[in-house]
């Protein structure tokens, strides 16, 4: 039975990846009366009095809702609410499992930007947190950025952040081996989707200053005969300092950097022997890379990572979104800011010792539980330092 085979039986066995489970026994008519009529008025009306006693009687504050549209699953694409549900599922089974959050998956029957928006909006008072996923580009900018100004709990579309806060630990790992400075760098990003466009900021906030971004047409400038929609064109008005055209090959040119979220095979050797010297490589197109693990070493990439658990330095969301939710909701944090993104990635940085830290080890294990406790304590620090916290 190869793996699909039996991934399907999996699912069919279980008939899916969750359940729901209840804190309290209801086994005699004494306790059937305290969780719900007629004991369960008393807390009812406390929070009707004080509305943020719900999360005093109530699983809000640990309670986490996964919301997409099905429209970009991962190596999928636009393939609809129901069919993205096993993802969301799985996504709900590594809250659990890693930071003991209770996360519940909501599928919505709906492209349609503002419909998301309101619908989220409304069922908002049951959870402590919302992660967006799996939201096409460029609607999941406006979509995130509206429901973070509209609610007073944490909104994270992991696809965008998770992604850029991963590739922000392994870079300054990579930096501590290789000597350089992150003001020095010079970085190329092939791919500026949701993932690709918040790596480049979070970049930015960090200090690199010298970002050239590519897509499917080339180089991100302001004399390009293919337009830009909006988000590209905010790109180009911040990035490519030095004003370089063409295509992917003219921007790696002494580049120290590259950075792939977009497709596989389009970086060759002869590319990345154009790079600086001691090149770092993050090609994460899955399930095959712009560059294989093996060519790029073979082609002289000092550092290499991938999406990919067969080759070192998996470059892995599930190294963020447990602990950073567990850390805002830990401080009921309104919003989850920039110092909090930053935060999350030096957490991760962190757990690689100097001792441990090598080319072939940049980035901690995805499994490594130890990294949840990491980022959701640094993580919580920054939202008390930034007054984000609300006890």
């Known amino acids: 039975m190869d793996n699909n085979e039996e ?15 209840s804190k309290v026994s209801i086994d005699t008519r004494k306790n059937l009366g305290l969780a719900y009529t007629p004991g369960v008025a008393e807390p009812c009306r406390k929070i009707a009095e004080n509305p943020s006693d719900v999360y005093r009687y109530t699983s809000k504050g640990n309670l986490v809702a996964v919301i997409t549209d099905g429209t970009a699953v991962l190596g999928l694409g636009d393939i609809g609410p129901e069919a993205s549900m096993p993802v969301m599922e799985g996504k709900a089974i590594l809250f659990k499992e890693f930071a003991g959050i209770n996360a519940f998956p909501v599928c919505l029957d709906t492209k349609d930007s503002q419909k998301i928006i309101q619908t989220i909006k409304n069922i908002s008072p049951t959870f402590g947190g919302i992660n967006l996923e799996d939201i096409s580009s460029p609607r999941c900018f406006e979509i995130e950025k509206r429901l973070d100004d509209l609610l007073p709990i944490p909104v994270f579309h992991d696809d965008q952040h ?12 990579s930096l501590r081996l290789i000597g350089k400075k992150i003001g020095d760098l010079r970085v190329v990003l092939n791919g500026p989707g949701a993932a690709g466009t918040a790596i480049i900021y979070l970049l930015m906030q960090m200090g ?12 991100l400038a302001d004399n390009r005969i293919i337009p830009l929609d909006p988000h590209k064109k905010n790109l180009m008005e911040k990035t490519n300092p030095r004003g370089i055209q063409g295509y992917l090959s003219e921007a790696l040119k002494d580049a120290d950097v590259f950075i792939g979220v977009s497709i596989g095979r389009i970086v060759s050797k002869e590319m990345i022997e ?71 990635a030096y957490a991760i940085a962190d757990m690689v010792q100097d001792e ?9 294990d995805a499994l490594n539980k130890a990294v949840v406790e990491k980022v959701a304590q640094y993580v919580a620090q920054a939202a008390k330092e930034t007054g984000v916290n609300q006890i």
Not at 165 to 171: F, H, K, L, P, Q
Not at 211 to 216: H, K, M, R, Y
Request: glycine share 8%.
């Open 356 to 364: 441990e830290l090598s080319e072939e080890y940049i980035i901690p």
């Open 274 to 344: 154009s790079m600086a010297n001691d090149p770092i490589v993050f090609a994460m197109a899955n399930p095959v890379p712009e560059i294989m693990y093996e060519d790029a070493k073979k082609a002289g990439v000092r550092i290499m990572g991938t999406g990919r658990s067969d080759s070192p330095n998996q470059i892995n969301n599930v190294l963020v979104f447990p602990g950073i939710f567990k850390g805002a909701l830990s401080v009921r944090a309104s919003t989850i800011n920039h110092e909090m993104k930053i935060a999350a």
């Open 208 to 219: 690199v200053k010298d970002i050239i971004v590519c897509d499917e047409n080339g180089i």
């Open 7 to 21: 991934s399907l039986a999996l699912h069919e066995a279980k008939k899916g990846k969750i359940s729901v489970e």
């Open 162 to 173: 998770g992604t850029a806060i991963v590739v922000t630990a392994g870079i300054l790992n």
